[in-house]
């Protein structure tokens, strides 16, 4: 296991965590959006990226 994994203090993610962006890529304010990736993971992978 790996010590100080998570440096935010949040528990386990939500539905209600993930509802908003749904709801955003299903409403027409993204009618132009194509190709994206949404990363949820309230900071956790920040130490992954350069």
Same mark, same amino acid.
């Given at each position: 296991?790996?010590?100080?994994?998570?440096?935010?203090?949040?528990?386990?993610?939500?539905?209600?965590? %993930?509802? =908003? @962006?749904?709801?955003?890529? #299903?409403?027409? &304010?993204?009618?132009? %959006?194509? =190709? @994206?990736?949404?990363?949820? #993971?309230?900071? &956790?992978?920040a130490r992954y990226t350069a």
């Open positions: 296991m790996i010590a100080n994994y998570h440096q935010l203090p949040v528990g386990l993610l939500e539905p209600e965590d %993930i509802a =908003g @962006i749904v709801i955003f890529l #299903a409403s027409p &304010a993204a009618q132009y %959006i194509t =190709g @994206i990736t949404v990363d949820i #993971a309230a900071g &956790a992978n």
